[in-house]
């Protein structure tokens, strides 16, 4: 059974409202920081190895073309 | 396995080597007692002089002073032997590697505790302590500041590598040190009160015991870890 | 039994596996906590002596039990990387700290923004308060040490040591800290006994217990896979997938 009589009733949480949202307010945007961090963080780390492959590719290439060079 | 010297020869060389360098470079062992110094006048000037307060704030605040003097000269415990290569030698050497820490970390008591526990009673007498609670002081100082050389040992050893392992080693081994400072501080108001504090003492002499046997282990994994 | 646990610390078997198990819990998670959040706020009846206040519990009891079990467990992972060289255990061991940390942090804040209706203050030197604290100073602690080390192998090690010496150090912390504030404080300050909690009300608390569990876990899994690709960048199947992500 529903404890409240109205939405604006809930809100209220019987006086306490600033202390009971700021308690779920903090802890779900901070838990919702954490989970964006980790999930953007894989990405990132694809991304900067993808940049070394790259890098790697291209020194690779003028080292070919200046052993062409000097034959 | 040949070892060449026996467990004690090992550990009083190291031991003798340790106190002597720190007896031709005094500076080692002054400036922490004197940093210690500073830190407990300097305390009456910020809180006031009324001496009810201080006599209520005295053992937090030598005993507040002893963790951060003992976290000052720490930091040197393995810094010189690191850069100059002798702490790899020790590595090396066929004797067990707690025992040599052992050796080094008793050392550095001798250097840094000792002194400190000579100089506290003086600095009480400042502070206004309760005139019964200087053998509690002395006695807590006695049993904690050993803890806090061998705690604090961990720490050192496993930043002893890194280029700013400063204000890293107060993060790491401050929250090691609460239970020693929660029960030395309140064995000195229990005295204070006229009240028995040998259970108190009891306990800081078990934390001892624990981190004697476990510490020097920690310790030797750690410069292991640090000197890869 | 041994063979078939070993070849999962394959890091590319590790990480499809993870992979797999990552959406099942990622919803397993979400359910819960949903629920059980939306049954306390809404459906839980209100406490007679601290009115709606309480409902915070639903959270912060959650929290603060999980950040102790987030410990452990992260000195377990970092105790078998240490003792029997299993890489794939010190990448857990990492990937838990920072997660142990926010929820700590989380247990304290709401503790506080509890204790203001009830006590009076948002912070008192309580025992629970202050070891909850000092958890907090031992996760940084890690997260600092694994941090400032450039060679991750090492950095695992050194965070390993620390991280059991503090599961050592835990329990001595708590029972001192028990001990120092009964001293001190008048027994004035109580949170309500869980014993005398109602059916209506426990329901939702062990739903929220159980469900920040998995949700750590998930997060867990989340960071491990990344740790895992991170460590191994040298690896064709990682070069593979990184090439892949780019073409995207």
Redesign the interface.
């Known amino acids: ?4 009589d109205s939405i604006s009733d ?1 809100f209220h ?4 409202a600033f ?2 949202w ?3 307010g ?2 779900f945007s ?2 919702a920081i ?2 964006v961090m ?2 953007r ?3 990132k ?6 940049g ?2 790259a890098r790697e590719a291209r020194l690779k290439e003028s080292r070919g073309i200046n052993s062409e060079s000097k034959t | 396995m040949n070892r060449g010297i026996s467990y004690t020869r090992a550990f009083t060389t190291l031991f003798m080597r340790d106190i002597k360098i720190a007896i031709r470079h005094r500076g080692d062992i002054f400036n922490p007692l004197l940093f210690f110094i500073m830190v407990v006048t300097l305390f009456p000037l910020g809180v006031g002089p009324e001496p009810q307060v201080l006599s209520r704030v005295a053992p937090g605040i030598i005993w507040v002073a002893a963790l951060l003097a003992s976290m000052l000269s720490l930091e040197r415990l393995f810094k010189a032997d690191y850069n100059d290569g002798t702490l790899e030698q020790m590595l090396l050497s066929p004797q067990p590697l707690p025992l040599l820490v052992l050796a080094k970390v008793l050392a550095h008591w001798v250097l840094t505790g000792v002194p400190l526990i000579l100089v506290a009673p003086l600095l009480a007498v400042l502070l206004n302590l309760e005139s019964n609670s200087y053998g509690a002081l002395m006695a807590t100082l006695a049993l904690g500041t050993p803890v806090l050389s061998l705690l604090g040992a961990i720490g050192v050893a496993l930043t002893v590598g890194l280029r700013k392992g400063g204000v890293l080693l107060s993060l790491l081994i401050l929250p090691l040190y609460i239970p020693v400072l929660i029960f030395a501080t309140s064995a000195i108001d229990a005295s204070g009160m006229n009240l028995p504090y040998t259970p108190h003492l009891a306990i800081i002499g078990a934390i001892l015991a624990g981190s004697l046997i476990l510490a020097p282990i920690a310790i030797g994994a750690s410069l292991r870890v640090s000197t890869n | 039994m041994w063979k078939w646990l070993n070849s999962y610390a394959d890091p590319e078997r590790s990480y499809n596996l993870a992979g797999k198990l990552l959406p099942w819990l990622a919803c397993l998670a979400i359910a819960l906590i949903g629920v059980g959040t939306t049954w306390g706020l809404l459906f839980a009846p209100t406490d007679y002596q601290q009115g709606e206040s309480y409902r915070i519990i639903f959270i912060h009891v959650p929290a603060a039990s999980m950040s102790m079990m987030a410990y452990v467990s992260m000195a377990i992972a970092s105790f078998i990387g240490l003792v029997w060289q299993i890489k794939a255990a010190d990448w857990a061991a990492a990937s838990i700290a920072p997660i142990g940390a926010v929820i700590t942090f989380i247990a304290l804040v709401t503790g506080s923004t509890w204790g203001k209706p009830m006590w009076g203050t948002w912070w008192v030197w309580d025992a629970r308060l202050t070891s909850e604290l000092v958890l907090l100073f031992l996760y940084l602690g890690v997260i600092a040490l694994y941090a400032s080390f450039e060679d991750k192998v090492l950095a695992a090690r050194a965070a390993g040591i620390l991280a059991i010496v503090g599961v050592i150090n835990v329990p001595i912390i708590k029972y001192s800290v028990d001990w120092w504030s009964s001293l001190h404080q008048p027994a004035t300050i109580k949170i309500t006994e869980k014993s005398s909690m109602p059916m209506e009300m426990l329901m939702p608390l062990l739903i929220n217990i159980f469900g920040f569990g998995v949700m750590i876990a998930t997060i867990t899994l989340v960071r491990y896979r990344t740790e895992v690709l991170a460590r191994n960048g040298m690896r064709p199947w990682v070069r593979a997938l990184a090439t892949k992500e780019v073409a995207k």
């Open positions: 059974m529903i404890q409240f809930f949480m019987g006086g306490y202390y009971v700021l308690a779920y903090i802890t901070s838990l954490l989970i980790s999930a963080s894989k990405r780390i694809l991304v900067e190895i993808a070394k492959i």
